[in-house]
């Protein structure tokens, strides 16, 4: 436990903080996978809806160093890769009938 004043306002601050960035992870997370449940289910315009609000979500925390720049780089990627995949498969159905 601190014992001066300052280490006790330090704990104080450490907690809030540590709080706050759980629930952004935790937004973040569920975005993301409310685009891969949207892709698994075929919804295309569902899975690009969400796909932009995982681009703010990820965005913002990558810039406030909640997760890493590169992981959030690397995570907006790859949903964007299986959206886009659901994108190439609808076309190719299309064009098939």
């Known amino acids: ?3 001066t004043k300052s280490a006790k306002k330090r704990l104080r601050q ?5 709080l706050h960035n759980r ?6 997370r569920t975005q993301c ?10 919804d295309l315009a569902r899975a690009e809806e ?6 703010k979500l990820l965005d913002r925390a990558g810039v406030k160093r909640i997760i890493h720049p590169n992981a959030a780089a690397r995570t907006k990627a790859r949903l964007a890769a299986k959206v886009n995949s659901l994108k190439a498969s ?8």
Do not use: D, H
């Not at 996978?33 to 075929?42: L, Q």
């Open 50 to 55: 969400e796909l932009r609000k995982a681009y």
């Open 1 to 3: 436990m601190p014992n």
């Open 90 to 97: 609808a076309a190719a159905s299309g064009a098939a009938q």
């Open 23 to 28: 629930s952004i992870k935790r937004a973040t």
């Open 14 to 18: 450490n907690i809030k903080r540590r």
């Open 33 to 42: 996978r409310k685009v891969r449940e949207a892709v698994a289910a075929g």
